[in-house]
Each structure stands twice: as C-alpha cells, then as structure tokens.
C-alpha cells in the first residue's frame, strides 16, 4: 500500500528536518515551546543575513582582482654591476667644429635639445645670436650620426684621466664603454653588455668596490648657448643592460670639482598580468631585443617621428633615413612637442611583467683637497705635455681659434672646474624583490565562503548538497502529485480471443 502525497511530503520535511547538517533548523522544528521556536526562528534569520552580506562582500573583493605586493630581501654570494651610462652637458666640442658645422650648428643645436617645449621665440632668437643662422647649409646633406661620433663627446685618453674597477688601479679604460646616442649626443656605457660577454660581478659593498673613474668634462670646448645646457658637468644613469637609457628623464647630474660617491641598490619586479595587474608578457619591441618600458616608449616615438616626418631622428634606432637638421627642428621637434601635450595620441607601453631597477643616493665631497692638489699633478710625469694635449685639442679645427695657441694650466682651478671622480658601488649585496600576487585567489574565495557558512550557520557544501538534494526530491514529489492518474485496463475481450486473453482459433 502506497502512502498518499501529503503523507510523502510530509515525510520529506521531516527526513530532511531530522537529518540535515544545519542543525539550527532541527531547534525550530522540534523545540517544544513555541518562544523558543520563534528564538530559533529569529536567531537563524538574522545569521543567515549576516551570512549572504559577507559572501556578497567576498564576491564582490574577489570580482575586483585586487592585487598584494609582497616585498622581501634576497642576500646573495654576488650581484651583476648594473650599466653605467655618462653624458656631458656639452654635446659638441668647440674644438672639431669646422666653418661649415659653425653655420648649422643653431639648427643642429635646437634639434638636439631633449626640451623641446623650452623653445620659442626668445630661446631661437638667443641661437641665433650666438651661431649665426644659414638655412642653406642646414638644408643640405647632412649626416648627424658622422657629426656627433666627431664633434660630441669622447670617452679617450683625454676625458678618462683614470679608471678602476674593484678596486684595481687601471683595470679598466676607454674601450670598456660602449658608445650610445641619446638627447645628450654621444654617451658611454660601462658594462653594457652590447659585447654578448658575461657582466661584472660585484662582490663587496662600499666605495671603492665598483666603478670609480675621473673625468676631464673639459669646459674649454662648451658650444653650449645659454637657450641650450647652461649646465656644466656629467648627466649619469644606473640602468640595467636591457633598459635603453633615457637621459633626458631619467638620471641624476654631477658638478665639476667634487667627489661623487653614488650608493646603489638593485630592485627587481615581477607583475601580474590583467585582470590582476597591467603588464604583458606576450609584448614585443621591433627595435630592441627585450621589452622594456623606455625600449617602448623610444620606439613609438620613433615610429611618430616616421610616420610624420619619414625620417628618424639620430638617437632613435632603426636603420630609417635620418633626419636632416631642418627636419629635425621643424618637424620632428613639433611631433614631439605635440606628443608631450597630449595633441597626438599618447604612446601605449604597459608596465613590464619582469624587469630590474636601481636606486641611487649620490653624496658629493670637494676634489681635490689642498694637499691633494700638488699630488695629483705631480702624479703626471710630463705636466707640460698634457697641457699642450688640451691646448692643441681647443685649438685644432675651429675656424675662430685656428692658429692661436692658448695654453691651457693645469692647476687646482681648473681642476675644480673640469674634474670629476665618480664612484659607483652597491650600497649592500642584496636586492629588494617586489612581486604582485593576487589579494584573494579562487581557492582563498571557496575557503572564505566555506568560513562563512561555517561560522554563522553551521553549514558547509555537504548542506548545500543536502538542500539541493531535497529541493529535487520535493519538486519530483509536486510534480508527480499533479500527474493525472491512469485508469486500470482489461483484458482485450473483442472478437478472437477468450476472457483469459486466449486467442480463439
């Protein structure tokens, strides 16, 4: 005998109230006492919504993908030295400008500047003052790269007066940096890495440990106008290998006449692509080997600079047509200029997943001290040579200077206003790690929501199972109840056959 469907339903409820997990319903059903039932009633309500808030605000957390930043402190045996890039203020030499490079050199001069927005009437006009303008010169041939290895900045025997490296006097020289075109004409890299060969290792934090070079910045050979570089001294940029350096952004300047002692420490980044974070591991650069944000930032300008004007300006890589000078002030500068105030779209370079970057705190001393100033011109055993070496330098090919002699002293004044000595060191051999990891991962969600239902329900997804369970049951149940009932048949009694269903033959 089957049970009618109430009595089923029934049996439902109270099976599921007798034998399911949340054990706060089995207070409401069976409490004897109507208060208490309405206690346990209430009690569970208010859990229940207290429980639905802080799912949602998980949900919610969790649907934001916010990311932590966990910042540790690796200590190792050894660090690679990072690049080291120098520039002087002074992008041409007065000494290797011919008559010709005199009379394009106000073009030349306001094409190069890294400031491009500086420039408007009054700077033009200051130009022009000092370098008498011909528009003809400046709109022929010309080859920048040829002029600037010539005329800019030279890292030679003149200009490093000395190098060590950890230490070891004379270890290292000229032909340890690397030449690279920037804002500031030509710059030298040490420890580049453009050789393939392995990087220097630094071993020992402190001054002394590093890098330490002087350098002749050579004030007597300043083309600079005052709309240009009123600076004197070097721009310098701790980078890493793969970071192109942007001088114009990026770096810190060093006066003439000190002792520069610049403390570094390594820091290295690792980010998380989107949702979670903003880089892109699957970005590429078509002129630099690895993606870097400056790498990035350099090639679309490059690229704006082409699209534009169809050429690339002398800095910028690629194997283009250069700019001319007349390009290069009346065309590339104003896609620049534009670009900077937002007139054309701006360059779209996301965050790297992976890259290194170093901190500096640069501390000057004056050089050289009273005493030291004898000891180090003693220390050059032909003083009259290496004078005569800065004079013909001055004096070779300018065409106001040709034939002068203007003997140059070596003495604590022109040491003062020529010298510098750069020591570039690790402040400690470790290196900060910054790496984003997701504030709430999938796993910490389940978890969290399992806490919730756990704390204020006493349940867990075994009574989620068990409600989905009897909502089943009880929707078959409804439905079956609502099923028409089907009349009891007989036998087919029609012609040829008997009442047993026997067929009459």
């Given at each position: 005998?089957?049970?009618?469907a109430?009595?089923t339903e029934t049996?439902?409820?109270?099976?599921?109230?007798?034998n399911t997990?949340?054990?706060?319903?089995?207070?409401?059903?069976?409490?004897s006492?109507?208060?208490?039932?309405?206690?346990w009633?209430?009690?569970?309500?208010?859990?229940?919504?207290?429980?639905?808030?802080?799912?949602?605000d998980?949900?919610?957390?969790?649907?934001?993908?916010k990311?932590?930043?966990?910042?540790?402190?690796?200590?190792?045996?050894?660090?690679?030295?990072?690049?080291?890039?120098?520039c002087?203020?002074?992008r041409?030499?007065?000494?290797?400008?011919t008559?010709?490079?005199?009379r394009?050199l106000?073009?030349?001069?306001?094409?190069?500047?890294?400031?491009?927005?500086?420039?408007?009437?009054?700077?033009s006009s200051s130009?022009?003052?000092?370098?008498?303008?011909?528009d003809?010169?400046?709109?022929s041939?010309?080859?920048?790269t040829?002029?600037?290895?010539?005329?800019?900045?030279?890292?030679?025997?003149?200009?490093?007066?000395?190098?060590e490296?950890?230490?070891?006097t004379?270890?290292?020289?000229?032909?340890?940096?690397?030449?690279?075109?920037?804002?500031?004409?030509?710059?030298?890299?040490?420890?580049?890495?453009?050789?393939?060969?392995?990087?220097?290792?630094?071993?020992?934090?402190g001054?002394g440990?590093?890098?330490?070079?002087?350098?002749?910045?050579?004030?007597?050979?300043?083309?600079?106008?005052?709309?240009?570089?009123r600076?004197a001294?070097?721009?310098?940029?701790v980078?890493?290998?793969?970071?192109?350096?942007?001088?114009?952004?990026?770096?810190?300047?060093?006066?003439?006449?000190?002792?520069?002692?610049?403390?570094t420490r390594r820091?290295?980044?690792?980010?998380?692509?989107?949702?979670y974070?903003?880089?892109?591991?699957?970005?590429t650069?078509n002129?630099?080997?690895?993606y870097?944000?400056?790498?990035?930032?350099?090639?679309?300008r490059t690229?704006?600079?082409i699209?534009?004007?169809?050429?690339r300006?002398v800095?910028h890589?690629?194997?283009?047509?250069e700019?001319?000078?007349?390009?290069?002030?009346?065309c590339?500068?104003d896609?620049?200029?534009?670009?900077?105030s937002?007139?054309?779209?701006?360059?779209?370079?996301?965050?790297?997943?992976?890259?290194?970057?170093?901190?500096?705190?640069?501390?000057?001393?004056t050089?050289?001290?009273?005493?030291?100033?004898?000891l180090?011109?003693d220390?050059?055993d032909?003083?009259?040579?290496?004078?005569?070496?800065?004079?013909?330098?001055?004096?070779?090919?300018?065409?106001?200077s040709?034939?002068?002699?203007?003997?140059?002293?070596?003495?604590s004044?022109?040491?003062?206003?020529?010298?510098?000595?750069?020591?570039?060191?690790?402040?400690n051999?470790?290196?900060?790690?910054?790496?984003?990891?997701?504030?709430?991962?999938?796993?910490?969600?389940?978890?969290?929501?399992?806490g919730?239902l756990?704390?204020?329900?006493?349940a867990?997804?075994?009574?989620?199972?068990?409600?989905?369970?009897?909502?089943?049951r009880?929707l078959?149940?409804?439905?079956?109840?609502?099923?028409?009932?089907r009349?009891?048949?007989?036998?087919?009694t029609?012609?040829?056959?008997?009442m047993?269903g026997?067929?009459?033959?």
């Amino acid at each position: 005998m089957t049970a009618s469907a109430p009595d089923t339903e029934t049996n439902l409820e109270e099976e599921f109230v007798s034998n399911t997990t949340l054990h706060g319903i089995a207070r409401v059903a069976h409490n004897s006492r109507t208060i208490f039932r309405l206690a346990w009633l209430a009690i569970m309500l208010v859990f229940l919504g207290v429980c639905i808030a802080q799912i949602t605000d998980r949900l919610q957390r969790f649907f934001m993908y916010k990311a932590n930043t966990a910042i540790s402190v690796e200590y190792v045996g050894d660090l690679d030295f990072p690049a080291v890039t120098i520039c002087n203020f002074n992008r041409y030499r007065w000494s290797e400008l011919t008559s010709s490079d005199l009379r394009s050199l106000n073009y030349i001069l306001e094409a190069t500047d890294y400031d491009y927005d500086s420039y408007g009437e009054a700077s033009s006009s200051s130009l022009s003052d000092t370098y008498p303008l011909d528009d003809d010169n400046a709109s022929s041939a010309f080859n920048y790269t040829e002029f600037t290895l010539r005329a800019g900045f030279l890292m030679d025997d003149l200009t490093l007066l000395s190098c060590e490296w950890r230490g070891k006097t004379n270890s290292c020289s000229a032909a340890n940096f690397s030449h690279v075109f920037t804002s500031f004409g030509n710059c030298w890299t040490f420890n580049s890495g453009s050789d393939g060969g392995p990087l220097l290792k630094e071993i020992q934090a402190g001054a002394g440990n590093g890098l330490r070079v002087q350098i002749d910045i050579q004030q007597n050979e300043y083309t600079e106008p005052l709309s240009g570089n009123r600076e004197a001294g070097l721009k310098v940029l701790v980078h890493d290998q793969q970071t192109p350096p942007m001088m114009d952004s990026q770096g810190f300047a060093i006066q003439p006449g000190v002792h520069a002692f610049v403390a570094t420490r390594r820091q290295q980044f690792l980010n998380l692509e989107p949702p979670y974070g903003k880089c892109d591991a699957s970005r590429t650069l078509n002129r630099f080997p690895n993606y870097t944000l400056e790498g990035c930032n350099i090639e679309c300008r490059t690229e704006k600079i082409i699209e534009r004007c169809n050429c690339r300006l002398v800095r910028h890589p690629g194997t283009e047509v250069e700019c001319t000078p007349r390009q290069t002030s009346e065309c590339a500068r104003d896609v620049l200029s534009k670009l900077r105030s937002g007139e054309i779209p701006a360059c779209d370079c996301p965050v790297p997943c992976n890259y290194t970057t170093f901190s500096t705190s640069l501390s000057t001393a004056t050089l050289p001290n009273q005493r030291a100033t004898q000891l180090l011109v003693d220390q050059y055993d032909d003083l009259a040579q290496y004078s005569s070496n800065i004079s013909d330098t001055t004096n070779t090919g300018s065409a106001s200077s040709a034939g002068q002699s203007n003997p140059i002293l070596l003495d604590s004044t022109y040491m003062q206003n020529n010298w510098i000595l750069l020591d570039v060191f690790y402040e400690n051999i470790n290196f900060q790690r910054y790496e984003q990891s997701e504030a709430i991962t999938p796993s910490a969600l389940i978890s969290d929501i399992g806490g919730q239902l756990g704390l204020f329900l006493g349940a867990s997804f075994i009574t989620l199972t068990e409600i989905l369970s009897y909502l089943g049951r009880k929707l078959g149940s409804i439905l079956a109840s609502r099923r028409p009932r089907r009349a009891a048949t007989s036998p087919d009694t029609s012609p040829g056959w008997d009442m047993n269903g026997v067929k009459i033959t």
